[in-house]
């Protein structure tokens, strides 16, 4: 079996204890923001949907703003102690939220949560790479990805399946799990970062430049549709949103079965056709959505886009390994990582504009323009530049 997975056999068990860990954490806080406060604030803390939708905001935004931060404190500090810190905050929040009597109460709280949260994705992914078999450094990310991404849901759907009946009960099952991730992560607090062994040559730090791009567009484009894609389903095609949500894990099934082969193919042929095709290809589904795609094409669409996403997700994450800097890895991931997250923030305020000022179909078009000249400018990147 070892000889099939990405990561090196030594530390193998510690790091898949920590994806786990990760993982409780991330269902908490899906759970928390998405799945419970809908029903808890307004029952027990009296408080609208203005203020417990802002919280969500404060919360990402300062886990965004100081990813660059918490990248650097994972990879100085230590990754199990910030993680344990921000397990322990998040345990905290959820203690202290029966006592919330004002809506800057909530804020802070998010606040503070989202600041210690920071050091997450930035440690686990400079991780994944360091202890990635040489030349299995893209399907090593591209499954760490992939193994954590699935609690987000899990947690969203199973606990407000829970506060929807029983806010508290949700509350407490929360805790749980939040306790849960608290005591793996303290089996861990000696856990660190790797360090390069050798010293490597002075990094071009204007090559940084050339991911900014993309880590803003590959976000930007899907928010532009992500909060009225079940509108544009009913409207254009008729469909209901349980089969919308069937499409949709039609083409992420796809996406997760080709990923072995797909990341296989990227560690050893490199990334560039990956990332220019995987964006090439969803550009064109966006496109084909917001022109006048019929519905039986749809299923097809969602096929088309699962393949575009398996091709993506190791070229984007095989770019990545292959040439950011060793030193301070982590701060940089962190970095790119707050592009990113402007993407997200940005992407439905930019697609409500296009859609009262244009029609619900202009989105899909803006998305699918974003795609195809990110898919023309790393083409014409790559002819250039020629990186080893």
């Known amino acids: 079996m070892f000889r099939y997975l990405p990561w090196s056999r030594e530390g193998l068990g510690l790091f898949l204890r920590l994806i786990v860990a990760v993982g409780l954490m991330e269902g908490v806080r899906s759970g928390f923001f998405a799945g419970l406060l809908p029903f808890y604030a307004p029952e027990y803390l009296g408080l609208g949907p203005a203020a417990f939708t802002l919280a969500f905001t404060f919360h990402h935004l300062a886990d965004n703003l100081s990813k660059s931060l918490g990248g650097l404190l994972a990879e100085r500090v230590g990754l199990g102690r910030v993680l344990s810190l921000a397990a322990s905050a ?13 809506p800057w109460q909530l804020w802070a709280l998010a606040l503070f949560w989202g600041l210690s949260v920071s050091t997450l994705y930035p440690g686990l992914m400079t991780l994944a790479s360091r202890i990635a078999v040489p030349g299995r450094e893209a399907r090593a990310l591209s499954f760490t990805l992939t193994l954590v991404m699935p609690w987000i849901g899990v947690g969203l759907v199973g606990v407000g399946q829970v506060a929807q009946r029983d806010p508290e009960g949700a509350r407490l099952l929360l805790l749980l799990a939040q306790g849960g991730a608290l005591l793996l992560l303290l089996s861990l607090l000696r856990l660190r970062i790797p360090l390069p062994q050798r010293r490597r040559e002075a990094y071009p730090w204007g090559r940084l430049l050339y991911f900014l791009p993309a880590a803003f567009g590959q976000t930007f484009a899907p928010a532009l549709v992500s909060l009225f894609v079940l ?26 079965l080709l990923l072995p082969l797909t990341g296989r193919l990227v ?15 969803l550009g064109l589904v966006m496109l084909r959505l917001g022109l006048t795609a019929r519905l039986e094409e749809v299923v097809l669409l969602a096929l088309l886009g699962g393949l575009g996403y398996s091709l993506f997700l190791p070229g984007w994450n095989g770019f990545l390994a292959r040439n950011l800097p060793q030193e301070n890895r982590a701060a940089v991931w962190g970095g790119l990582m707050t592009v990113e997250g402007f993407g997200v923030a940005l992407g439905p ?9 244009l029609g619900i179909h202009a989105p899909f078009l803006a998305g699918s323009a974003v795609l195809l000249g990110l898919a023309l400018f790393y083409a014409l990147a790559f002819w250039r530049m020629r990186w080893s």
């Open 349 to 357: 305020a930019a697609g409500g504009i296009l859609w009262q000022l």
């Open 267 to 281: 560690d050893r042929r490199g990334y560039r056709l990956a990332l220019v095709g995987g964006l090439f290809l």
């Open 90 to 102: 998040g345990l905290a929040v959820l203690l202290f939220m029966p006592n919330v009597q004002a």
């Open 231 to 256: 509108r544009f389903g009913m409207e254009r095609f008729g469909l209901e949103p349980l089969y919308l949500g069937g499409l949709l894990f039609l083409g992420g099934g796809v996406a997760a």
